[in-house]
């Protein structure tokens, strides 16, 4: 996904966008990603996190093939988890 630098940056602003809205709330650069599922702390409706990408798809105008890439990487990545943990 690296090599492509424009579709890294659209994934980092969709991963940002989702972790403002997610709760509990955070600042995606501010997170400490070194611990294994540190993203399965944080919930965000599957219904929320499609909403995000494909909005930020459009403003970007990403052709099909972008857009599937871009979808990959961010449902195979590190998105909030869309399960709410029961405590």
């Keep these: 996904m690296r090599k492509n ?7 980092l602003e969709i991963y940002k966008k989702m972790y403002q809205e997610s709760s509990p709330h955070a600042d995606f650069d501010q997170l400490d990603k070194t611990k294994p599922d540190w993203f399965m702390k944080f919930y965000l ?3 929320n996190q499609i909403k995000i990408v494909e909005r930020i798809l459009e403003e970007k105008r990403c052709n099909k093939n972008e857009r599937r890439i871009v ?3 961010i449902y195979l990545g590190c998105a909030p988890s869309w399960v709410k943990n029961k405590k």
């Excluded at 630098?5 to 994934?11: D, G, M, P, Q, V």
Aim: with cysteine; hydrophobic share 25%; charged share 55%.
């Design 71 to 73: 979808r990959n990487e």
């Design 45 to 47: 409706s599957e219904e």
């Design 5 to 11: 630098e424009k579709l890294w940056e659209i994934c």
